[in-house]
């Protein structure tokens, strides 16, 4: 790095708590407080590398970004980037952008099948039942023998996979952007999901929110999920048109097992709430023991590359360069 070069990193974790972090940076903590107020731990000038607050507000989390005129690198704790992408115009050219990759793998799948199982074998009745203190038995289905879709196949999705394996499905289709081939078998494209949909008895949403994602579940993609099919949703709200769900949901032909939604906070008093067959979580894909470790170990790896001029991982897009 040049001598002149700025060093401030604002990192939502106290320097203090994480082992390993390079020399040659000055470290500043700055994670917007509780209601995004809190003063800024220096001058946004002088930041180089901003590290994105966790599960704060959108607009906490890019506050600072249009006072960051000497940025060079945002470094998200989250997989998805759409509040930061929907702020470039905030950013000068060449500043890289990345996302969390390997942080949130193994606590969203494991949030996904949890929503999977609930959802198939009625948990939510189980637990509705208690409270009543009555004994409801019956019949419900089983995840084992049910073909599964995947809809987004990057790390989430592979750690999706990866943990159905164990419960005997039938089938695991995988789709994403374009064609590939992986270990585990082909990758399909987006535009083989019409013929895909009425095979599947679960889908499971994990792409990334972008223009080409969102509104994705509309009316005509839930009209070919075949009767009795489950929805389940990991990725972002938007990538659901709600007004159509809702208007399969009142019919009883499909369920839903969603941890984001649309709006989202979902307010007091939204339809969706009482839907019939839907469960609902409140966006806690991400956020459990499993995350503060492995940010750590990502922040103290591009850092590290960051100081030695290395090459830095998931990077999502640079700043001013075509396509970004």
Known sequence: MSIDAPRDVWLPIPPDEIDGLPEGLDYL?????EGGDQAYPGDPARCAVYVVPYMKRQQV???PLREMRNLRVVQTLTAGVDDITARLSDLAPGVRL????GVHEASTAELALA???AALRGIPGFVRAQ????WRSGFHPALADKNVLIVGYGAIGAAIEDRLVPFEVARVARVARSQRTTARGLVHPFTELPALLPEADVVVLSTPLDETTRGLVD?????R???GALLVNVARGPVVDTKALLAELETGRLTAALDVTDPEPLPQGHPLWHA?????????????????PRAKRLLVDQLGRYVNQEPLRHVILTTGVAGA
């Open 219 to 223: 009316g005509a993609f839930l009209a």
């Open 225 to 227: 999920m075949k009767d």
């Open 98 to 101: 990345c996302n969390a990759r």
């Open 276 to 292: 019939p067959g839907v469960l609902i979580s409140p966006h806690v894909g991400g956020p459990t023991s499993a995350f503060l």
């Open 131 to 134: 409270d009543r203190e009555q």
């Open 61 to 63: 989390r890019v506050r």
């Open 29 to 33: 903590f700055w994670d917007g407080g």
């Open 115 to 117: 929503l999977t199982l």
